[in-house]
């Protein structure tokens, strides 16, 4: 008896002691980062664009590095293994998002999809847009869509005869007009105030808001300098919601589906389950409102950013430029129902890995977690910064390159399983957009490459193409990029 307490049950204990003392250490052992100041914390060291910043300081304090802006906190993770253990190993402890001012107001108590806490709520309504609008089949559906506001992107630079045009913009009206048209069957009455709002939002999530850095002060709350601009612009945003709702519930009392093929688009499928009443948790006109406006945003933005910043890095590699028009030149020749483009793909895939649209993941924890030896409390905003994970150079060889040959000899995708490349995110949160995002931006490019030869305006060469980011949550070029396009015969 002895014996066996002396060789199984002691040592198992012993263990268990040692595993618990060495958990306790941990405790309260907070990851490193910079010295703070008082009131303020690390805010003076932060600068634009945040993730160039992020990256530069977690090469001082490590890839699990802790930030204190004023009364509030961030956790910043910078390695690809980290991302892993946190993102697939402990999901979904890593699934909530960070409550913050704009997300109150401007997506209506943060009822969108993006922004609402991970649960029955969240699913059910990411449930519904992935059915209604994302899912493949829905997104082959759409072709006819894409290839007509495609067709009207051709005609328009065709007329350009010439002379330079300004490519982002273009591009960024085309990406909203098809979102527009498969999610509400229309592009938007007042296409200008929405874009502009779309664009307005990205930039004040980016601003360090007061109410944010003292969440538990009322007195920052009435400071707030942001709350009133943010206010008008949603009252400015409800008119157009507004008008989406009242024109979708007269088509509906008259018999006719809303969309674009004479079915139910994605606002007649709210309104149809918001009438029937037998949702689990019914929703509101302000529900629907807040996730139409994330499907706005996110078919938007995302999209033309990558279309722009793969152009860019086209004209500044003339021989990848090269490369790409010949193939999708002989694939669309080839008159094949199956049109499958292979480096094209790689450049796509290259762009997302140097420029991806949403450079860091917000996200909030859900229960206190020891991580690589540090205490991640309960409720830290925690901060993924891919745009550091995808530019490691223990798994990117030449990282700052840009190089779509590297993806002939790697197994690497974005499909979220590969925490070296998480350009749509990973975990439960991933982005359900996907195959929507990539099916615009790789049938504009290709016809964009195959029906033009590109060049810069006069005077300007690809040296003088500069690649820096705007100082937004989005890595979106900082200058617009004017292009000529002369018709290939
Ligand atoms: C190139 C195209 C796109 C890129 C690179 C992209 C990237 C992302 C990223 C990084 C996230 C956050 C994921 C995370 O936290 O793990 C996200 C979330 C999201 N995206 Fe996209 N996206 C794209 C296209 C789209 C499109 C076309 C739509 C819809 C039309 C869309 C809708 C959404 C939504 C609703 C979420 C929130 C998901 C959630 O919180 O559950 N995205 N996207």
Request: glycine share 6%; proline share 6%.
């Amino acid at each position: 008896m002895i014996n066996l307490i002396l060789t199984l049950i002691l040592p198992a204990v012993l263990i268990l002691w040692l595993k618990k003392w060495k958990n306790s250490k941990a405790m309260n052992k907070l990851p490193p980062g910079p010295k703070t100041l008082p009131i303020i914390g690390n805010l003076h060291q932060i600068s634009y664009p945040t993730f160039r910043c992020f990256t530069d300081l977690s090469k001082q304090y490590g890839p699990l590095m802790r930030l204190k802006l004023c009364g509030t906190s961030a956790v910043v993770v910078s390695s690809p293994e980290l991302a892993r253990q946190m993102l697939k190993d402990l999901d979904p402890n890593y699934a909530d998002k960070p409550r913050i001012v704009v997300a109150e107001i401007m997506f209506y108590h943060a009822s969108s999809i993006v922004f609402t806490p991970y649960g029955d709520y969240w699913r059910q309504m990411r449930k519904l847009c992935t059915i209604e609008l994302l899912s493949p089949k829905m997104v082959r559906l759409f072709q006819t869509i894409r290839n007509d506001q495609i067709g009207r992107l051709i005609n328009s630079l065709r007329e350009s005869s010439g002379s330079a045009v300004n490519f982002t913009e273009m591009i960024l009206y085309n990406s909203n007009s098809i979102t527009c048209r498969a999610a509400c069957g229309g592009v938007v009455k007042d296409n200008e105030t929405l874009m502009k709002l779309m664009l307005d939002s990205t930039k004040v999530i980016t601003n360090f808001e007061i109410a944010d850095m003292f969440p538990s002060s009322r007195i920052a709350s009435a400071l707030s300098w942001t709350k009133p601009r943010i206010r008008t612009m949603r009252n400015k945003l409800d008119v157009i919601m507004d008008e989406i709702i009242e024109r979708h519930k007269r088509n509906r009392r008259s018999g006719l589906g809303n969309s674009e093929f004479g079915s139910e688009d994605l606002v007649d499928v709210f309104l149809r389950v918001q009438e029937e009443g037998e949702l689990k948790y019914p929703i509101t006109n302000d529900n629907i409102k807040a996730v139409l406006y994330d499907i706005f945003i996110g078919g938007t933005e995302t999209s033309s950013t990558t279309i722009d910043w793969a152009m860019v890095e086209l004209l500044r590699h003339p021989e990848a430029m090269a490369k790409a028009q010949a193939e999708v030149r002989r694939v669309l020749n080839e008159n094949n129902d199956e049109r499958t483009f292979k480096y094209l793909k790689y450049v796509i895939k290259e762009t997302l890995r140097l420029h991806p649209p949403a450079p860091v993941l917000p996200r909030a924890s859900k229960e206190e977690k020891v991580i690589d030896g540090y205490t991640i409390p309960a409720g830290q905003t925690v901060l993924f910064n891919i745009w550091a994970m995808q530019r490691d150079p223990r798994y990117w060889k030449d990282p700052e390159k840009f190089e779509p040959e590297r993806f002939e000899n790697l197994s690497v995708d974005f499909l979220g399983g590969d925490h070296q490349f998480l350009p749509f995110g990973g975990g439960k949160r991933m982005c359900p957009g996907l195959t929507f995002g990539t099916t615009t931006v790789e049938s504009v490019l290709a016809q964009l490459l195959y029906n033009f030869d590109w060049k810069l305006p006069a005077g300007v060469t690809p040296q003088d193409l500069d690649i820096t980011e705007n100082d937004g949550i989005t890595a979106a070029r900082k200058n617009n990029l004017f292009v000529v396009a002369t018709p290939y015969q």
